[in-house]
């Protein structure tokens, strides 16, 4: 199962970006999808999660400023950051855990990571 993410760049402090992830491969089934980040220097930490039965977890840095969103049936995940700080620059990755590929067995993908950039 490969990911390919979109959507970074560089923002002004306050600014707004969306980040795309889309699944492909042969994919039985998803369990999560999320976003995680890592800045230089730091280790790479959770932005945001959303899994089977719609269970979203932030975060604690987020504070309201970011909403994950998924299409299990496109198998996309999508983050929609508002209200960036230059402390948000970082490498987003794309995580997505399920059970795919032949024959089916459980695959936890990353992507390549998408530079966001937020300038002061």
């Known amino acids: 199962v490969q990911l390919q993410a979109s959507g970074g760049g560089l923002v002004q402090s306050g600014g707004s970006l969306m980040l795309s992830c889309a699944a492909s491969g042969n994919i039985y089934k998803i369990n999560s999808m999320g976003w995680y980040r890592q800045a230089p220097g730091k280790q790479r930490e959770l932005v945001a999660s959303?899994?089977?039965?719609?269970?979203?977890n932030y975060g604690d840095f987020v504070k309201g400023r970011f909403t994950i969103s998924s299409d299990r049936a496109k198998h996309t995940v999508n983050l929609q950051m508002n209200s960036l700080r230059p402390e948000d620059t970082a490498v987003y990755f794309c995580n997505v855990d399920g059970h795919g590929g032949r024959p089916v067995r459980p695959f936890d993908s990353w992507g390549r990571g998408t530079q966001v950039t937020v300038s002061s």
């Open positions: 959303i899994s089977r039965g719609d269970t979203i």
